[in-house]
């Protein structure tokens, strides 16, 4: 069965930091690409970044780029995504994803197993 677990959502003001993460299982980890997306009220998922299997190969959004790092230890499952410098305008519920195709970049279609979200608040 698999799972995606997200944890360190949260509360901060802008300027600040958080850092995400995911713990995964039922599936081979390191056989599939991972993600971060977001979900704002009243907005359409977007994807914030992915990254390879091996994780030596990133992507982003513009709107997060030079902010945010995600990162995976395939070791213990796990994906991350560190967050800097956040504003308003990146709070939203947050999701981590695991796609089994290798092309999948932030295509929310592309993805195939998601978690349950993290809520992600930044005030003025």
């Known amino acids: 069965q698999v799972q995606l677990v997200e944890s360190g959502g949260g509360s901060v003001q802008a300027g600040g930091s958080l850092r995400l993460s995911c713990a995964a299982s039922?599936?081979?980890?390191?056989?599939?690409?991972m993600g971060w997306f977001r979900q704002a009220p009243g907005k359409e998922r977007e994807g914030v970044a992915g990254?390879?299997?091996?994780?030596?190969?990133?992507y982003y959004a513009d709107s997060v780029k030079g902010r945010f790092t995600i990162s995976r230890d395939n070791a213990k499952n796990t994906v991350s995504l560190q967050m800097n410098s956040l504003k308003p305008e990146d709070s939203a519920i947050y999701y981590c994803?695991?796609?089994?195709?290798?092309?999948?970049?932030?295509?929310?279609?592309?993805?195939?197993?998601w978690g349950q979200g993290t809520q992600v608040t930044v005030s003025s």
């Open positions: 039922g599936f081979t980890f390191s056989r599939l690409r």
């Open positions: 994803a695991a796609a089994t195709s290798l092309s999948a970049r932030l295509t929310a279609a592309d993805y195939n197993y």
């Open positions: 990254i390879s299997t091996t994780g030596s190969v990133w």
